[in-house]
């Protein structure tokens, strides 16, 4: 095996361009890069830690991590943007299995007679290329993040800023505060969402943690869904899973649905086969229920159901409810009714009596209508 060779380049380069319309008329840009060069096993870990600025990594077949970091300032003159670039550190680390970069800001020291003077104008960005199969933990605050080809891990974190990445094949996890973000092409994700947006399509299987945030899903594999005070917007789903409260749910298709909630407004397109439903002081409302469905089980307090049901279908029906009314559709052969006091049974079969599916609910306090859509 030949011995890996250690490659480094640093160029601090310093330019002072004409001044561009800014928060100040006498402001020049100045910049600083720095270029480096490491090597690293394919399965090894990379960890970029950055404030104000943009990450940007990108997977390649080499054995080595490229990165180039630029700082640039706006300031007044050179002198004020070199007070600025002596607080500001780009730190790298390496050894064979490992490459760490990770921004170092200063605090910020004036003297009495450079009071007024724009110093804080700056940004610090990277661009960096590593073994697409290598793990990637990157964090970053006040900026934004983009990912590509990279088919090992990885662990993205994004504060005040947008998160896009695709092609995450491997288990990741991504973590969005106060931000937005687009995710495609992924195999096993874990989000994590605190008043954030995010986007996923064409995800295998996504694991959410949401608060006060809003989520667009389309076509997922399987869904499993933590949230409070949070607005999902599913296009497609193979299997969704709910537990959650004080949610707005929207879902056009879907062939498993599973929501165990509270203060919370469902809305379903379709579902194909299996409709789990544990809600309380909800409203719920099922378009279509697929005629080749498997079973629909429904528990409630203080809910109204509207659940239609494809024609044709054929099904076994059992719904008691308490202090609340049932309507079936017309086409139910009733094998057994009690209605006395608050209470109210009923069962029944539409279709093929020997069909194996059924449709069980149990209520309190709200409504149950089921029709043919």
């Not at 999902?232 to 929207?250: S, T």
């Not at 086969?273 to 719920?284: A, H, I, P, T």
């Not at 049974?345 to 020997?354: F, I, N």
Request: glycine share 10%; hydrophobic share 35%; charged share 25%.
């Amino acid at each position: 095996m030949n011995k890996l060779v250690f490659r480094f380049a640093t160029l601090l380069l310093f330019v002072a361009l004409s001044g561009n319309q800014g928060k100040a008329s006498d402001c020049w840009e100045y910049s600083k890069i720095i270029k480096k060069e490491f090597p690293i096993s394919g399965n090894g870990r990379v960890s970029i830690s950055n404030k104000y600025g943009n990450i940007e990594v990108h997977g390649w077949n080499q054995h080595r991590v490229k990165i180039e970091s630029t700082i640039l300032v706006r300031a007044s003159g050179e002198d004020a943007a070199q007070r600025v670039f002596s607080r500001i550190e780009a730190v790298f680390s390496s050894g064979p299995d490992f490459v760490d970069a990770e921004t170092r800001i200063g605090p910020q020291k004036k003297e009495w007679w450079s009071w007024g003077q724009e110093e804080d104008d700056f940004s610090v960005s990277y661009r960096v290329y590593m073994p697409s199969g290598a793990r990637l933990m990157a964090n970053n605050k006040y900026g934004d993040m983009y990912v590509s080809g990279i088919v090992g891990r990885t662990e993205l974190a994004v504060r005040y800023g947008h998160l896009s990445a695709e092609g995450l094949s491997a288990e990741g996890q991504a973590t969005i505060e106060y931000g937005t973000g687009m995710i495609q092409n992924a195999g096993r994700l874990k989000a994590r969402l605190e008043r954030a947006r995010l986007i996923v399509e064409d995800v295998a299987h996504l694991d959410v943690d949401s608060r006060y945030s809003i989520v667009q899903m389309n076509k997922v594999g399987e869904a499993r869904t933590l949230t409070k005070y949070d607005t999902y917007d599913v296009d497609e789903a193979g299997r969704f899973v709910n537990n959650g409260e004080f949610d707005k749910i929207f879902i056009r298709l879907a062939r498993d649905v599973s929501v165990d909630s509270r203060l919370t407004q469902l809305n379903v397109g379709k579902v194909t086969e299996n409709l789990y439903l544990r809600v309380d002081s909800s409203g719920v409302q099922v378009a279509s229920i697929g005629r080749y469905f498997k079973a629909v089980d429904l528990s409630g307090k203080f809910t109204d159901f509207h659940i239609g049901i494809e024609q044709g279908a054929s099904y076994q029906m059992n719904a008691v409810a308490d202090y609340a009314g049932i309507r079936y559709p017309s086409n139910l052969r009733v094998t057994y009714e009690k209605e006395q006091g608050d209470n109210h049974e009923v069962k029944g079969q539409a279709g093929d009596g020997k069909a194996p599916r059924s449709l069980r609910a149990r209520l309190s306090y709200g409504a149950l209508r089921i029709g043919e859509d």
